[in-house]
């Protein structure tokens, strides 16, 4: 009896069968005609890479176990000991932890650019740099980044650009169609969506970049699980729809939080007073995502009392679940930084980082009046 379902099964096996000597030759002959070993491709989390290099118009992608694995394979498809990268400043902190405590390790230098300064790289740049690591929107004051013109600068001075589009993803903003290298996420937030999976994905707009990512991931052992593969997939199949709800939602919230006495800034590129809300309104089709800041009084035991008043909020230390949440930047993502670099970033005691879920508008504001009150 042939069996045709229509969702790709769950292939939850570490080793594939061989008929005889003839098909081994044939899988390292073709290259991609089957599969052998689950470190090195598996179904699902080949059906994932696919979807989402798809989504984001490139040449080839990798899933990986997590969006570390993810920064991590991009940099290493580029790199090699002696080179130098560059960051922006404005930056997850848990990539910067990489650079700092890991590459450096391996003979890999960085330096960080301020936000200001990422159009113009001259004075930054060294015979050795190698790339620049940038987030589409910034980690936790959602800066944005103008991705058409940085990538004509990186290109320029002979860099590759790598964007973490993570907060934006595919359906805001599409990095390798703006001259992105590459374009990468953590799939544990928007695309897959539902605060159940830990992976990442990385996509390259050349082919031998993707090649290399593949290669990468083979002998780093950043395979993605195909349990972990297929429930990313099945999230994604909706992500149009959330993301859509995510940005409705967030930008009721940040207006209703831009008028409150209690708060001191909203930081979300969909108000109007958002210092680069025209390019996010075109760089983003429209829609402006899930996630916004906010500034309290600067006072621990302000935000404490915020974080224990709200019902729809939970404290819980990530992002883009279909149900709200709230972060510290100060004590999680940006934990490690020098007191310097956390007042440069603008990552003060009273700032609280918000997702903003798809539960219905109007219970989110009532949680977070009653909350702030």
């Known amino acids: ?56 118009g490139g040449a080839g992608a990798v899933a990986t176990g997590s969006g570390m694995a993810a920064i991590f394979a991009a940099f290493m498809a580029f790199c090699q000991a002696g080179d130098h990268v ?9 990539s910067s932890s990489l650079l700092n405590a890991e590459l450096s390790r391996l003979g890999i230098s960085v330096t960080y650019v301020p936000f200001e300064q990422l159009n113009d790289l001259t ?3 060294q015979p050795t740099t190698r790339l620049l690591l940038v987030e589409t929107l910034s980690n936790p004051l959602l800066r944005v980044v103008d991705l058409r013109q ?14 973490d589009n993570t ?26 969506g539902h605060s159940d999976v830990t992976a990442g994905v990385v996509v ?47 930008l009721a919230v940040a ?34 995502g899930g996630m916004l800041s906010i500034l309290l009084a600067d006072d621990a035991e302000v935000v404490n009392g915020f974080m224990r008043r709200s019902q729809r909020f939970p404290f819980a230390p990530s992002l883009a679940g279909v ?20 007042a440069d970033l603008g990552i003060s005691t009273g700032l609280v980082r918000l997702s903003v879920g798809i539960e219905p508008a109007e219970e989110l504001l009532a949680d977070l009046a009653q909350a702030l009150a």
């Open 204 to 250: 390259a707009a050349d082919a031998d970049v993707a090649a290399r990512l593949k290669q990468i991931s083979t002998f780093y052992g950043l395979t993605l699980s195909p349990m972990e593969s297929w429930l990313a997939v099945r999230g994604l199949k909706t992500l149009r729809l959330r993301v859509r709800e995510h940005s409705h939602n967030a």
């Open 323 to 342: 149900d709200s949440s709230m972060s510290y930047p100060l004590g999680t993502s940006h934990r490690y930084l020098t007191p310097e670099q956390q």
């Open 123 to 125: 004075s930054f740049v």
């Open 1 to 56: 009896m042939e069996i045709h379902p229509k969702i790709t099964p769950i292939y939850q096996s570490s080793v594939f069968k061989f008929e005889d000597l003839n098909e081994l030759e044939q899988y390292f002959g073709e290259p991609g005609s089957r599969y052998m070993y689950s470190r090195n491709g598996n179904p699902n989390s080949d059906e994932l890479a696919a979807a989402v290099n798809r989504l984001e």
């Open 255 to 288: 207006t209703f939080l831009a008028q409150h006495a209690a708060v001191r800034a909203v930081y979300y590129p969909g108000l109007t007073t958002h210092s680069q809300h025209e390019l996010a309104e075109a760089q983003g089709a429209g829609l402006f």
């Open 167 to 192: 907060f934006a993803t595919p359906v805001l903003t599409r990095p390798l169609e703006l001259g992105a290298d590459i374009s990468l996420h953590s799939v544990t937030k928007y695309i897959a």
């Open 86 to 94: 560059l960051c922006a400043a404005d930056i997850y902190g848990g």
């Open 150 to 163: 940085v990538a004509a600068e990186c290109h320029r001075h002979e860099l590759k650009l790598v964007v």
